[in-house]
Nanobody
Framework: QVQLVESGGGLVQPGGSLRLSCAAS????????KGWYRQAPGKQRELVAA???????NYGDSVKGRFTISRDNAKNTVYLQMNSLKPEDTAVYYC???????????WGQGTQVTVSS
């Protein structure tokens, strides 16, 4: 069974940077869209960024120009580089792998990102 393990969250000052990583354990034999979502207290989970199997990317409006999603298919890993962080970026960030072949997905356990001075 494939599991996702996230790392890289933490506390950072406004204007700072963080890099999140999400690695999948186990073998993956499906075409996968990899993505990052976030959920702030009292708010719905929202898409931050996604990268599809063909390499095309999609970003939430609030992070465009500041965040960059990338992947290493050989390592079954997806990254989220977050620059120019703002207090409103504070949330739990979740990794998601969507298996296109079987139209099913799995989630990571979440990692806390806090932007505060």
């Amino acid at each position: 069974q494939v599991q996702l393990v996230e790392s890289g969250g933490g506390l950072v000052q406004p204007g700072g940077s963080l890099r999140l990583s999400c690695a999948a354990s186990g073998s993956i034999f499906s075409i996968v869209t990899k993505g990052w979502y976030r959920q702030a207290p009292g708010k719905q989970r929202e898409l931050v960024a996604a990268i599809s199997s063909d390499g095309s990317t999609n970003y939430g409006d609030s992070v465009k120009g500041r965040f960059t999603i990338s992947r290493d298919n050989a390592k079954n890993t997806v990254y989220l580089q977050m620059n120019s962080l703002k207090p409103e970026d504070t949330a739990v960030y979740y990794c998601n792998f969507f298996f296109e072949t079987i139209a099913s997905d799995i989630w990571g356990q979440g990692t806390q990102v806090t932007v505060s001075s």
